[in-house]
């Protein structure tokens, strides 16, 4: 694979979500990967590279982390966390196309493959930025809004649909 694909921001992203817990472990394998292409080749290593990977080892020697945590090549344990603002997002462009708020909630939560709870949940909490999310959207493809459409917007944000109460 090799560092070809590695742009420094991505590898600053990928360092970022090492570093926080978030990182796919096959993503910090790409970094390791680079790091030992670049090494073979004689090619020099990308700075942000050597910064992050000198980071990491320091944390493993202070005792911070475990060597597998601190490289980010193993997955988090338990359950992945949920894609709040993408639930609420999907919620929201359902709703905008005519759904029922319960109809939408009960989609979201099959293309998720969670509970309606948990979409409800997460719309309750994250609505407004997926309302960002779907006007920047919008405005991305130089969409004007009309009357009726903004109105609409604004019904489906202010509403104060219940969420699916556990039965």
């Known amino acids: 694979m090799g560092c070809e694909d590695l742009s420094p921001a991505l590898i600053n992203q990928i360092a970022y979500d090492i570093i926080h817990g978030k990182a796919d472990p096959a993503d910090a394998r790409r970094l390791l990967e680079c790091y030992c292409d670049s090494y073979d080749k004689g090619k020099p290593i990308p ?12 944390g493993f020697l202070d005792g911070k982390k475990t060597l597998s945590s601190a490289l980010g090549i193993t997955g988090k ?15 929201l462009q359902l709703r905008f196309k005519g759904e029922s708020h319960q109809d939408a909630l009960g989609l979201v939560a099959e293309d998720f493959e969670c509970a309606d709870s948990t979409v409800g949940e997460a719309w309750r909490k994250h609505k407004l930025d997926a309302w960002i999310e779907f006007r920047l959207e919008r405005n991305l493809e130089e969409s004007p ?6 109105s609409r917007l604004v019904e489906i944000i202010e509403s104060n649909q219940p969420s699916i109460a556990p039965k």
Do not use: K
């Open 77 to 91: 344990r338990g359950r992945p966390s949920p894609d709040n603002t993408g639930m609420a997002l999907a919620v």
């Open 145 to 150: 809004w009309s009357d009726d459409e903004v």
């Open 47 to 58: 700075h942000d590279l050597a910064m992050h990977l000198r980071d990491s080892l320091r």
